[in-house]
């Protein structure tokens, strides 16, 4: 399973991907805002400092403006994945970019259905929205399972990416239905490595060794 970041904040992405842990980074509107950079700048910044895909999003809503922008978005770095809306003009330009082997990232699913479609249309990747699924009272966890099932029933190669995750199950949950990717905050990958038992035993190893009185290195 590869793990994206979700996030626009560099220091964030810096310091996770010197975990060996980062595959890729997605940004949005919502978080281009919340960082407080040019959509160009800081998109440009996240390219550099980590080698696979970052998606980075239109905002037009018609098929015409989502295609002025892509070429101006397709040519900030060689690994951006356009992300475009689940729509009819969002799969329009799905397919028109798929046709000329760029990477699409097609996102705010929230259907088995939208899914198939979009795995029609060529997408690189489906983002469907587990805990946005949750808070309107639908199992978004159920929405992962149904949408591998019917792309393992047809072999199509479009990557199941788990977004809005919000806990550390949700990314357990994907891995264990068989989700291609997750994305998550970074307050998300590190409650992963967090457990008690890890805390208390760490705590023991340390004051024992310091009771032998000795050094491995110095």
Same mark, same amino acid.
């Given at each position: 399973?590869?793990?994206?970041?979700?996030?626009?904040?560099? $220091?964030?992405?810096?310091?996770?991907?010197?975990?060996?842990?980062?595959?890729?980074?997605?940004? !949005?509107?919502?978080? &281009?805002?919340?960082?407080?950079?040019?959509?160009?700048?800081?998109?440009?910044?996240?390219?550099?400092?980590?080698?696979?895909?970052?998606?980075?999003?239109?905002?037009?809503? $018609?098929?015409?403006?989502?295609?002025?922008?892509?070429? %101006?978005?397709?040519?900030?770095?060689?690994?951006?994945?356009? =992300?475009?809306?689940?729509?009819?003009?969002?799969?329009?330009?799905?397919?028109?970019? !798929?046709?000329?082997?760029?990477?699409? !990232?097609?996102?705010?699913?929230?259907?088995?259905? *939208?899914?198939?479609? #979009?795995?029609? @249309?060529?997408?690189?990747? &489906?983002?469907?929205?587990?805990?946005?699924? $949750?808070?309107?009272?639908?199992?978004?966890? *159920?929405?992962?399972?149904?949408?591998?099932?019917?792309?393992?029933?047809?072999?199509?190669?479009?990557?199941?990416?788990?977004?809005?995750?919000?806990?550390?199950? %949700?990314?357990?949950?994907?891995?264990?239905?068989? @989700?291609?990717?997750?994305?998550?905050?970074? =307050?998300?990958?590190?409650?992963?490595? !967090?457990?008690?038992?890890?805390?208390?035993?760490? #705590?023991?190893?340390?004051?024992?060794?310091? =009771?032998?009185?000795?050094?491995? #290195?110095?």
């Amino acid at each position: 399973m590869k793990f994206f970041l979700d996030t626009a904040e560099i $220091d964030e992405i810096r310091e996770m991907a010197a975990t060996g842990l980062v595959d890729g980074v997605t940004t !949005n509107p919502s978080l &281009i805002l919340k960082s407080g950079r040019d959509y160009f700048e800081v998109t440009k910044e996240i390219c550099d400092l980590i080698d696979g895909p970052v998606s980075a999003e239109v905002a037009a809503t $018609d098929y015409d403006g989502m295609l002025r922008e892509a070429a %101006h978005i397709y040519d900030i770095a060689d690994n951006i994945a356009l =992300k475009v809306p689940l729509t009819v003009d969002g799969l329009r330009a799905c397919k028109h970019f !798929n046709d000329q082997g760029k990477m699409v !990232n097609v996102t705010l699913c929230f259907s088995s259905a *939208q899914a198939l479609l #979009a795995a029609k @249309a060529g997408a690189t990747f &489906i983002s469907p929205f587990v805990g946005r699924h $949750d808070d309107v009272g639908f199992d978004g966890m *159920q929405l992962i399972e149904d949408i591998r099932l019917i792309y393992d029933n047809y072999q199509f190669a479009t990557q199941i990416l788990v977004a809005s995750t919000r806990h550390p199950i %949700h990314i357990v949950e994907s891995a264990r239905i068989g @989700a291609d990717v997750v994305t998550l905050p970074a =307050k998300v990958l590190r409650q992963m490595f !967090n457990h008690p038992l890890t805390a208390n035993g760490l #705590a023991a190893f340390v004051s024992d060794w310091e =009771k032998t009185g000795q050094t491995i #290195a110095k």
